[in-house]
């Protein structure tokens, strides 16, 4: 029984596209690019076999149909994502509420509604379970380490409402976010709580990993309670 791996590739200028994979198949999580998903693949042998999409931005959903066109004929890929955006390339819609079963790799998805960045935007949480020990959220652009996303289409009661859902997830969950914008977000974060001893001494973490080329995600939900207020 193989442990779930997470591989965070990293795609465009800050973006991170997530690979869960059990050493054999593999699910895609917002694939905003082809072209870094094939080389991390053809690298680890693995076999894509599952899309997660957050939501409609270019930066999560532009590689998906080029996937799509190089997927072997005897491996489907079915692409799931949210119900209430036009993703033309979505076969499986997911409204609140939804789950998301996979054999290969096994893998349980429970679909959260988090607008705000986005009118439909949702977020996908795994269980811990006999393959993670621990949970995982994939919460796109809703949550970032020390900050969160931008409103282009959603309202600030949205937001609000959507990371106060997020933080009811345990305290233990890997936050798997879609940008390297945490060095950024910490500096402003620190303007506003200067005297935030744990938010000081993420930001020297923070930027001892990218100074070594390290993502610093994912965070645990607890580490953002701390410093992510």
């Known amino acids: 029984m193989n442990e779930l791996e997470y591989v965070p ?23 905003g690019e082809a072209e870094p998903v094939r080389r991390v693949l053809a690298e680890r042998g693995w076999r894509l076999t599952a899309i997660l999409l957050t939501h409609h931005h270019a930066d999560h959903v532009g590689g998906v149909a080029a996937l799509q066109d190089s997927q072997p004929a005897d491996v489907p890929l079915p692409v799931y994502g949210p119900a209430d955006e036009a993703i033309g390339v979505v076969t499986h819609p997911l409204a609140r509420g939804a789950r998301v079963t996979l054999d290969a790799p096994a893998a349980t998805f429970d679909v959260l509604a ?10 996908y949480f795994q269980p811990a379970g006999p393959h993670t020990p621990v949970p995982h959220v994939f919460c796109g652009d809703t949550l970032f380490s020390c ?72 965070p645990t939900l607890a580490h953002e309670r701390a410093v992510n207020s």
Do not use: K
Not at 9 to 31: C, K, M, Q, T
Not at 114 to 123: D, E, Q
């Open 147 to 218: 900050g969160c996303g931008r409103l282009f289409e959603g309202t600030p009661a949205q937001m609000l409402a959507s990371l106060d859902a997020l933080a009811a997830l345990p305290g233990d969950t890997r936050v798997h976010c879609a940008h390297e914008y945490t060095l950024s977000n910490i500096r402003f974060a620190l303007a506003c709580e200067p005297g935030n001893a744990a938010l000081a001494a993420w930001c020297d973490e923070a930027q001892a990993l990218r100074a070594r080329g390290v993502p610093t995600l994912p």
């Open 114 to 123: 988090v607008p705000g960045h986005t009118r439909g935007h949702i977020a």
């Open 9 to 31: 590739v990293p795609a465009f200028e800050d973006n991170y596209i997530w690979l869960v994979s059990d050493g054999r198949d593999a699910i895609a999580v917002d694939p």
